[in-house]
């Protein structure tokens, strides 16, 4: 694997490439005790990534049966991200979490925050601007 700054890096498979997909499986099979915090604490000028963890990871938190705590941290998700990189690839991430939650829990108001959080975004993406 290149080392980063290497030509483009859009058509090469970096080092943190690796360790970003390394992190998601680790939220994925339930091991997040072992995934590297160094993504939230130090996000360098990358903002959709450590998003994207924190999104999984609160995916994580709600099929675990922590609702508010998976709004919570989604939420927190959302903002790190600049208005105009919350991006396709983000509001579905957060849309995928809000599937997670089972229906008699859809009323809870951090719930309910999040999905209007999410509903604002939309037309943002759709006219392409902040």
């Known amino acids: 694997m290149p080392r980063e700054g290497a030509d483009h890096l859009a058509f ?19 091991e997040a005790d072992q995934v590297d915090d160094d993504w939230t604490s130090n996000p360098g000028p990358y903002t959709i ?13 709600a099929r675990e049966g922590e609702i508010e705590e998976a709004c919570r941290l989604a939420e ?15 509001v579905v991430r957060a849309r995928a ?16 925050h999040l999905d209007s959080m999410l509903s604002e975004a939309i037309p943002q993406l759709a006219l392409g601007r902040p």
Not at 49 to 61: E, G, K
């Open 12 to 30: 090469r498979f970096s080092e943190r490439r690796m360790r970003f997909y390394r992190t998601c499986t680790l939220i994925e099979l339930g």
């Open 97 to 112: 979490l809000l599937a997670a939650v089972p229906p008699a829990r859809r009323r809870i108001p951090a719930v309910r």
């Open 49 to 61: 990534d450590p998003a994207l963890i924190m999104l999984d990871q609160a995916t994580r938190l």
């Open 76 to 90: 927190q998700a959302l903002l790190n991200v600049p208005p105009e990189h919350r991006t396709s690839i983000v």
